[in-house]
């Protein structure tokens, strides 16, 4: 019988698959089984070439190595067999399958929040990209004022696939929390952002890595209380301004950005 051989691509920085096809593939596998969680298969290749190869001197370092392997999706290696020419992967999202965008989720209530935002994160993505091995793209949200509030399947897949999610959270209303403490009352203001910028936060908090997640918030000075979000404070970002704005979010963004290695 003859071998079909299965296409894979070694992972080493972030490309989206459509470009990550068109290099030749490190790998030319055989498969043997394939599971729901991992794959388990003969590689074709000398074992001394594999031996030679920069991802598993990777692999015998500890480190995570992935791979995308054609008409099955992302893995990372699990145990790899020179003897027996077996390589054993688990499945798992890569980030050759997220696409080159950042996904902005603006809010209507308090325009000037969202508008500042916008800009400055057009402006970013103007410098980024002079420099960028990938052009990266920014999408907003499209919901109608007076439609229900559901995502669509496409705002879904851009949202699970985007680089980064940067939400609008500045307050729209507060309401008065009160609370009961030993025997005494205790009362707190927590401040509600746009159901909108809730709704997308939250499918983002489920189906992102939160490193891939940043809230900005514009300070109201007729609003003051608790924020709902609970994120690490490096994907918080306050602002006064737009100009303030303009000083804080690029450096944020770049950083966040750091783990795709985009900039040679």
Known sequence: MAIIALKAWYIQQYEPIAELEKRPQDLRLSKNSLLKSGLRADFL???????????FGRYLEGETVEFYIEGSGGYTIANVD?????IYFTKQEVIAQLE????????????ASSESLHTVLSEILKKINQKSRIPITLKASQQPLDAPLRLSSTML???????????????????????SAHASERESTRLIPSPKTCVEMGYAMQSKRSEQIL??????????????FDLPS?????FKTAGELEKTLPPVVESLLQRFNLFS
């Open 45 to 55: 290749e000398e074992s001394q070439d594999v031996k030679r190869s920069a991802w």
């Open 157 to 179: 897949r851009q949202i699970r696939k985007s680089l980064l999610f940067v939400a609008d959270g500045t307050p729209v209303a507060s309401i008065s929390d009160t609370r």
């Open 215 to 228: 809230l900005a918030r514009m300070e109201r000075p007729d609003l003051s209380g608790n924020f709902p």
């Open 100 to 111: 080159p965008i950042i996904f902005f989720s603006y809010q209507n209530e308090y325009s």
């Open 82 to 86: 020179l003897i027996s020419h077996e």
């Open 234 to 238: 490096h994907q918080q970002l306050c």
